[in-house]
């Protein structure tokens, strides 16, 4: 079952953030995921959830998307998005 991320990501500061994409980018390839989407100006039809930029990734499976989010590559480049950017992520999963 294919695995969507869904992120409200606030970049506070986009040339730190690059490094951040640079590094995040081949690992996500590698996992099978892919971008669908990156909307800096998403419309609300309803609520109060206003994302600066309104990210959706794709991957193969949750479990794919587990092995990458918990990947020992993967853990210093949290760090490093923490540091320039604030991120609200979920994951669903399709039937």
Sequence with gaps: ????????????????FQRY???VTPLIDRA?????????????LEGDWRPATLVIHHFPSKAALQEFWDSPEYQPLKVL??????????????A
């Design 32 to 44: 099978g995921g892919r971008n669908v989407l990156i909307d800096d100006n998403a419309l609300v």
């Design 21 to 23: 994409i640079d590094g």
């Design 1 to 16: 079952m294919t695995a969507y991320v869904v992120i409200d990501l606030d970049i506070d500061d986009p040339e730190g």
């Design 81 to 94: 998005r923490r540091e320039y950017s604030t991120v609200k992520v979920v994951v669903g999963e399709s």
